[in-house]
């Protein structure tokens, strides 16, 4: 196990009507707040309502910023920190997925700095506590509610990058399993790959002597798998919608992290794809990393066996380390296919074209990963056994 | 799964040589600080001067309490307080197991409370945030170095009672497993029946859908029953001290008991076997967990089935749940004496003289637990078996 350390503030409310303290909450920390959302979604379901009624119930006064996208763009997070600085915003509210969540993250820290919220990216600034941040969570999928990370998009110079910073931790997170009911078939499914990939991000790793946090992350991919096909089959099964919820966030909370080199180099990968072509994030890792689980499976048979074994159930027989693990891989490209993800390039119209493109600015800070470090030809490698 | 909230501001620095960083640390708080610690153990390690050099060379004043005893008294507490109010103390830096740290978070809330911190026991006051409280733990068991719970003895009263309350988290807990490499076998021992016992307390459980915090509880206990041999054969095997250690802290850090009805009258009426005959908690725990567990059973035999197959690794054989569950806490029994913990009240040299006292104390403020609601009868019943 390596040395790490561990400090996560957001204070987490989660369960069926927890929605019902937003009011109270956000009117502890002041009376203008500047609400977040996407494209609408919460105006249907009525979400948006009742949100806006629980607020002004606490005599909030409120503003909006609407239409933050999936992939979210740096000019929503400037619209943002504009309103703040302007309004004088006491808190934030971001009611929506991960996306609503990361530039709503990045807006609050933008409100106390003087100076292009793209700084925190390019590392010209480094992220201050800003205002406090509530968050609705609406898509179980990328942990944003529960940790410091936020991944944005400058449409100008095709860059889509991350900031990774205690700065930025949400101050509480309202985790209502019914508000994700709602929540189509296809975003589910994008959801799902995105925090199985977040497990395997932190699983597929070369550390030592770390068994807690592989056996935490084996209980969560295995209930994930377990779970799955119940949210498929039904939406409104509250206990399937609150397991995979409880999973999302722990996958991505800086726990099962603790003490072991993580990897990320598929994500890092993915982030090159949905800034050129705009996929679903979700979609793009179930695509990348089959393939790149192939790519580095000599290096560490031993995990790709121990995840066949007790994450896939599949049974030793006499194979080797090796040929167990590309079984295991088999096994999760499969059951990617079978719960309706795209496992190939060719499935979402992506062709050869702007792969040496993408791999070329993959790597444009360095080497990605660390079970094997990824230089631009290994990255076209993976990026052309995903076509 | 139930609805629940989980906050934990605990700022845990893991790994070693951690422990250089305290001066600075403790530093950031102010420049008077009262060193809190057991019995002495830590003078013959070399960590006392150690620590003290640290604080010197950020030039703290340095003020001492010593003598926190295994289940650590009230007396020891008021001591505390009476230092920090008088001297104006500005952090709290306790340095030892459970005990110390228990007691340091109840005079870091006392220090700002007008009043006997037995008060906030008996619920006549609610504890407060109070001085900024460090720890360096140097025994794995308790989980206290990352959780708002503390457990006093009123030596007057022979009364021990917890309080838990988020009011008490530490600050920071620096988590350096070389500190616990010249902790005796027996303690090692009993740390480990304690961090199994909280696993336990959080697992036998009633709630339905709970899948993550199941399968996270078991990857920590197959973890604990794999790393013990290790650490007590080779009481320096660094990697294995230090498996124990994060196991210790996440087995009672909230992440578990979050989303189920855990139980905790198991740990209940070992409280009042210690307040009684001050026998190691640990003991306690090892000698009364198989008998509760015999005594419910029968209400949730697929938990204990559930325990025996992918804990102990026993196999179905055609057994049903009951007879698989029995096996699994005949192998539970059997291991804690294979490891060396005592499993009757004989071997403690306990005899049925104040049984019904105990029972009588242990459900003086009601029924223990949420499995069985335990009446003093249960107790005592349960009590008998331990004989």
Redesign the interface.
Known sequence: ??????????????????TERVGKECASYGKKVLLTFGGGSIKKTGLYDRVINLLRVENMEVFELSGIQPNPRLSSVRKGVDICKKEGIDIILAVGGGSVLDASKIIATGARYNGDPWDFFTKKANPKPGLPLGTILTLAATGSEMNHNAVITNEETEEKWAVVDPAIFPTFSILDPVNTFSVPRDQTINGICDILAHLFEQYFHNT??S??QD??N???M??VI??TPRVLSKGDDY?AR??IM??GT?ALNH?LE??VDDDWSTHNIQHELSALYDIPHGAGLAIIFPQWMKYVLDIIPHKFAHFGERVWDLSRDGKTDRELGMSAIEQTKAWFQKIGAPVSLKEVNIGPERLEEMAEKAVCRGPLGSVKPLYKEDVLNILQMCL
């Open positions: 196990m390596n040395n790490f350390e561990i400090y996560n503030p957001t204070r987490v409310f989660f369960g069926k009507d927890e030592p002597e068994p807690i056996r935490m084996e209980a969560i295995t209930t377990e779970y206990d609150a397991v409880w999973a722990l726990l603790s003490g």
